[in-house]
């Protein structure tokens, strides 16, 4: 019996030494450059510390308090629910009819898909850069349109009114494709004999949409809403590449921008780190809602 | 009437002559929106400089100006941007796969107590932003005095719990027969990993590996903080500062060229595992 127990432990304690020899590269790294880091910013955000000079001392939410009481801060915060929820609206509504009219078994399927996801996959600080020059109502296509029209184009990057919708219109073309295949995938899903009861019920395709089709889409309406509003409030790559913030700071400045501003250009360690552990409360519990209200709104079937 | 339910209505049915031709102006307009960056990206990159300048612009260069490529390759030391790129992008992608398939194999097959403890807080850290880690990692960074050098473009992006997810998944599909015989057989983990396992999930390793090196290669945020010579900055990074001493758009759209083409390259070639690696798991999380 004895004998028996200490094989067994013997053996255990191989399968427990291979598991941690098997799991500690990942866990060291996240260790160090994950968690790690969650606990020194919430440590840094209570200190006065500007990163060039040796570290600063204790100021309780003092950090919390300049951040939050910032004018900027309402521009800064507003631009990036502005941007966030166009982008969300914006593209969802467009890739859903774009996802309809592709479920029509039309040609060109495959030539559109792959079409649909490039931008998705193309380096935004490139795509960034042409945007800008496809914005400009003199160099730009969209100047055929103006001069259609006879009036002059707007130069979105110059007007602090503007500058968000120049932003606006690249997260909402980087994103239109890639839900638009999610869309599709969930149509192509749906169970046909519903459709079949539905056309003896009702002549009004706006009626089977609105209480067929919309209800069993609601999933995917559902997770792409919430992962593409995390997405877009981290949005930087964009703003930075762009605009910077301007043309008068922080015109089109969004909280990720914001946050790269105070860390590295002014240096202010201890601002930026309550200002991105805010940030960090902000999207878990956006995640943790996600999961709560998926149960409660969504219609996953039987 | 009739035409009106067919336009809206939504399941595959016959259509009239009518509603298709509105489906496919939909999709053709669609299209040239989805296409007109990438189209105004290269046209502008072979204009010569004064059809840049001209009013209105022109939709098809008058003549193909490919100089510019070369005048942007000189503009900026785009060789040893590409060499950082690929040099950071194929190791951290590579250390993310081989650490996410030990990893993700030692909570499928092997025993060991608190395991989903463990497992769900390598999971949660999906949810933590990147953002927040800036300014913590930025200075663990500068005390190992890694900043300015590969590994600071490698070794953070190395753990992933992305490819760990996906991988896990698919490893609980593993029939444990076949787990059990090759046990039976002597074979430790190491070698059941590397020889039955990893084969196996070839297709999936693929598709991981391929979202794993396209959000290297795109990253911008980090790269940006870490680099500061110019010796060192990764292929967006470079574009981004040459945008700000470069006022001739054709040599920028050149440049932004050399950013993308790799990547869309690479996404034409091998389109079904990109879109397989981007969307699995999504749905089902």
């Known amino acids: 019996m004895g004998r028996r127990t200490k094989q067994s432990w013997k053996r255990n304690r191989a399968e427990w030494l291979t598991f941690l020899a098997f799991v500690s590269p990942n866990l060291v790294l996240f260790a160090l450059f994950t968690y790690w880091p969650i606990v020194y910013s919430a440590y840094l955000s209570f200190m006065d510390w500007n990163l060039l000079t040796a570290r600063g001392a204790f100021v309780e939410l003092a950090n919390y308090r300049v951040v939050f009481t910032d004018p900027q801060i309402r521009t800064v915060i507003g631009n990036t629910l502005i941007y966030a929820c166009a982008v969300v609206c914006v593209a969802q509504a467009l890739a859903f009819a774009l996802a309809l009219l592709l479920n029509r078994n039309v040609r060109g399927q495959v030539f559109f898909r792959t079409l649909a996801f490039a931008p998705h996959v193309t380096t935004t600080a490139a795509a960034a850069l042409v945007w800008v020059l496809l914005l400009d109502p003199d160099l730009?296509?969209?100047?055929?349109?103006?001069?259609?029209?006879?009036?002059?184009?707007?130069?979105?990057?110059?007007?602090?009114?503007?500058?968000?919708?120049?932003?606006?219109?690249?997260?909402?073309?980087?994103?239109?494709?890639?839900?638009?295949?999610?869309?599709?995938a969930g149509l192509q899903?749906?169970?046909?004999?519903?459709?079949?009861?539905?056309?003896?019920?009702?002549?009004?395709?706006?009626?089977?949409?609105?209480?067929?089709?919309?209800?069993?889409?609601?999933?995917?309406?559902?997770?792409?809403?919430?992962?593409?509003?995390?997405?877009?409030?981290?949005?930087?790559?964009v703003v930075s590449v762009m605009t910077q913030g301007g043309p008068v700071y922080p015109a089109s400045s969004t909280y990720v921008y914001h946050l790269y501003r105070l860390a590295?250009?002014?240096?202010?360690?201890?601002?930026?780190?309550?200002?991105?552990?805010?940030?960090?409360?902000?999207?878990?519990?956006?995640?943790?809602?996600?999961?709560?209200?998926?149960?409660?709104?969504?219609?996953?079937?039987? | 009437?009739?035409?009106?339910?067919?336009?809206?209505?939504?399941?595959?049915?016959?259509?009239?002559?009518?509603?298709?031709?509105?489906?496919?102006?939909?999709?053709?307009?669609?299209?040239?929106?989805?296409?007109?960056?990438?189209?105004?990206?290269?046209?502008?990159?072979?204009?010569?400089?004064?059809?840049?300048?001209?009013?209105?612009?022109?939709?098809?260069?008058?003549?193909?100006?490919?100089?510019?490529?070369?005048?942007?390759?000189?503009?900026?030391?785009?060789?040893?941007?590409?060499?950082?790129?690929?040099?950071?992008?194929?190791?951290?992608?590579?250390?993310?796969?081989?650490?996410?398939?030990?990893?993700?194999?030692?909570?499928?097959?092997?025993?060991?107590?608190?395991?989903?403890?463990?497992?769900?807080?390598?999971?949660?850290?999906?949810?933590?932003?990147?953002?927040?880690k800036l300014v913590p990692n930025y200075i663990l960074l500068s005390r190992l005095h890694w900043v300015d050098t590969y590994w600071a473009l490698i070794i953070p992006p190395a753990a992933h719990a992305f490819p760990v997810f996906v991988l896990y998944q698919y490893f609980r599909t593993v029939p444990p027969?076949?787990?059990?015989?090759?046990?039976?057989?002597?074979?430790?983990?190491?070698?059941?990993?590397?020889?039955?396992?990893?084969?196996?999930?070839?297709?999936?390793?693929?598709?991981?590996?391929?979202v794993a090196f396209l959000g290297r290669w795109n990253d911008f945020l980090w790269p940006l903080i870490v680099t500061n010579r110019t010796v060192m900055r990764t292929l967006p990074i470079g574009l981004n500062y040459l945008k700000e001493n470069e006022g001739r758009w054709n040599i920028l759209m050149a440049a932004a060229i050399y950013v993308i083409i790799p990547m869309i390259g690479l996404y034409v070639a091998a389109q079904r595992q990109f879109v397989?690696?981007?969307?699995?798991?999504?749905?089902?999380?």
């Not at chain 1, 969209?142 to 002059?152: E, K």
């Not at chain 2, 489906?23 to 989805?34: I, K, Q």
Request: hydrophobic share 55%.
């Open chain 1, 140 to 184: 730009g296509p969209s100047s055929v349109l103006y001069n259609a029209l006879g009036i002059h184009g707007p130069h979105f990057l110059a007007s602090s009114k503007l500058a968000l919708w120049a932003i606006v219109s690249i997260g909402v073309w980087k994103e239109v494709g890639f839900a638009s295949i999610f869309f599709l």
């Open chain 1, 189 to 237: 899903t749906l169970p046909r004999d519903c459709y079949e009861a539905a056309e003896l019920e009702t002549d009004s395709g706006w009626k089977v949409f609105r209480h067929l089709t919309l209800p069993l889409m609601s999933p995917v309406v559902f997770f792409l809403s919430v992962s593409g509003f995390i997405a877009a409030i981290k949005a930087f790559d």
């Open chain 1, 264 to 302: 590295f250009q002014e240096f202010r360690a201890g601002d930026a780190s309550a200002f991105a552990v805010v940030f960090f409360v902000i999207t878990v519990a956006i995640t943790g809602l996600q999961f709560r209200l998926a149960r409660k709104w969504v219609h996953y079937g039987d």
């Open chain 2, 1 to 132: 009437m009739a035409t009106d339910r067919q336009i809206t209505r939504i399941a595959p049915a016959g259509s009239c002559i009518p509603s298709a031709l509105l489906v496919y102006a939909g999709l053709v307009f669609s299209a040239v929106m989805l296409a007109l960056p990438f189209f105004w990206m290269a046209l502008t990159s072979l204009k010569s400089s004064a059809a840049v300048a001209a009013y209105p612009p022109s939709w098809w260069p008058s003549e193909f100006t490919w100089s510019n490529y070369r005048d942007a390759w000189n503009a900026a030391p785009f060789g040893r941007y590409y060499i950082n790129s690929v040099v950071t992008g194929a190791a951290a992608t590579s250390l993310q796969i081989i650490f996410a398939l030990l990893m993700a194999y030692a909570f499928a097959v092997i025993r060991f107590p608190g395991k989903g403890a463990i497992l769900l807080a390598v999971i949660s850290t999906m949810m933590i932003p990147d953002e927040m």
């Open chain 2, 177 to 210: 027969d076949l787990l059990d015989a090759a046990h039976v057989d002597g074979a430790g983990h190491l070698r059941i990993l590397i020889q039955i396992i990893a084969p196996m999930a070839r297709p999936v390793l693929a598709a991981t590996a391929l």
């Open chain 2, 276 to 285: 397989e690696g981007i969307t699995r798991g999504a749905l089902k999380g």
